[in-house]
């Protein structure tokens, strides 16, 4: 008879099931411990993560820090470094109001605009330029602001001035010396002699003698550009008794500008145009100027201005440019536009504060709403009151990125929840 295999020895029957109860038992242990730990709702998870945001004020104090260390950043030897730094001090002033901090600190932001204007070259000075711009526009309406500017102004007006500076530099310059004297020029002499400054630089692109437009490289007419913007921001203040006789003087010689080879050139001297038929005519209902019919021609070839060799954007944004503009001096009708922020509007409904708008928005970029909200500064520019202050009962929209924020938030914790309800879902089966 063959031989039975011997049996191999294993744990009793009763000593496996214990085996098995036991891992078991850790299993569903590990399973239950996980599912504890992780939040039972969606909700829950959201309010979780609201839970561990960090403070305003701690935000703030983090931010500060930020700012200090770019500020001693500015005098470092690495060019790089100080434009970087430079940068971050201009991103944080635009996206924040920042006036505390400011105005504690603006003998060190004044000597740092200007040592990068003297010492700086090229994207340095133009970065200095615009920060010069901004510590105006954080200080507000006042002595400080009126210090700062005197301070600045001579700085700004030779390097605008210099022909050996980058032509970039030079452009920021100007538009940093119009807007500064727009907000903080102490006397109307001052915007006189500014004005002065900026005619000498862009009435390089008027006709010359033999009635042909000059040529210009596209940086020069962008110099050009900014100084005609910043002279017809500041030609917006300018009382009724001077803009008379400045009618006489330069009505007659922005024209010559609206045949330039450059899109941005034509438009701003088209506004330019429109203003002063805009305030003339606060003077004179009847006002049309020397030859009101040779310009509307000329202005509404280019509204319908459909050249191939332009940029099909350049047409559009032209055509729709100069339709307005034609219609404020023939019709005497004021281009309308409504800004929403917040829970606030507000009305350009003319030419004066349609430029204004348009240039502090050039400086401010995406924080134009934060500094129309909390900044009295630009509030007193356009009427819009004192701040208004939104207490815990209030109801404040949030913004874009805010609510990009929360909405990121929800998702990943909607994903972790899901995620362990599936795993639960397949222990229990």
């Known amino acids: 008879m063959p031989r039975r295999k011997p049996k ?10 214990d085996h098995a109860s036991e891992g078991d038992t850790e299993e569903t242990a590990s399973i239950t411990s996980s599912h504890m730990s992780e939040p039972d709702s969606i909700e829950e998870a959201t309010l979780n993560g609201q839970d561990a945001t960090v403070d305003e004020t701690d935000a703030q104090e983090l ?5 200090r260390d770019n500020l001693d950043g500015t005098t470092q030897k690495s060019v790089q470094g100080r434009r970087t730094c430079l940068e971050n001090l201009r991103t944080a002033f635009t996206r924040k109001y920042l006036l505390d901090f400011v105005s504690d ?20 000075q133009s970065l200095a330029a615009n920060l010069g711009v901004l ?16 301070t600045l102004q001579p700085l700004l007006k030779v390097t605008l001035l210099d022909k050996t500076a980058a032509v970039k530099a030079r452009a920021s310059c100007a538009f940093a010396l119009g807007v500064g004297c727009f907000l903080a020029a102490e006397e109307f002499e001052v915007v006189v ?19 042909t437009s000059p040529s210009h490289t596209a940086n020069v007419t962008m110099l050009h550009c900014a100084a005609l913007s910043s002279w017809t921001l500041l030609l917006s203040i300018t009382p ?5 006789q400045m009618v006489e003087s330069h009505l007659p010689r922005l024209p010559d500008l609206l045949e330039s080879e450059d899109v941005n050139l034509r438009i701003v001297a088209g506004e330019a145009i429109a203003m002063f038929y805009e305030l003339a005519r606060e003077d004179d209902e009847e006002f049309e100027g020397d030859d009101m019919d040779a310009l509307v021609l000329k202005l509404r070839d280019l509204a319908t201005d459909s050249n191939k060799y332009r940029a099909k954007k350049d047409r559009r944004h032209q055509r729709s440019s100069f339709r307005d503009i034609i219609r404020t001096i023939e019709e005497n009708d004021a281009p309308y536009e409504i ?30 709403n934060i500094h129309l909200t909390e900044n009295p500064l630009l509030r007193d520019v356009f009427g819009l009151g004192a701040p208004i202050l939104i207490g815990p009962g209030g109801v404040k929209k949030i913004s874009r990125f805010e609510r990009h924020q929360c909405n990121s938030a929800a998702f990943k914790a909607r994903t972790k929840v899901r995620s362990k309800q599936r ?7």
């Open 135 to 150: 510590l105006l526009i954080q200080l507000g309406a006042g002595d400080e602001s009126e210090e700062a500017f005197k």
């Open 193 to 211: 002699d500014t004005m002065t400054t900026l005619e000498q630089i862009f009435s390089e692109s008027y006709h010359k003698g033999d009635g």
């Open 8 to 17: 191999k020895k294993g744990p009793a029957k009763g000593a496996e099931r």
């Open 423 to 429: 795993d639960k879902r397949v222990a229990v089966y």
């Open 339 to 368: 800004i929403k922020f917040g829970t606030e509007e507000l009305e350009l409904d003319s030419w004066v504060r349609r430029r204004q708008y348009g240039v502090l928005r050039e400086v401010l970029g995406s924080g134009t």
């Open 63 to 67: 931010l500060e820090e930020k700012m």
């Open 240 to 244: 009724p008794s001077r803009v008379i």
């Open 105 to 124: 600190r603006k003998m060190t932001i004044s000597d740092c605009v200007e040592r990068c204007l003297k010492k700086g070259k090229g994207e340095e």
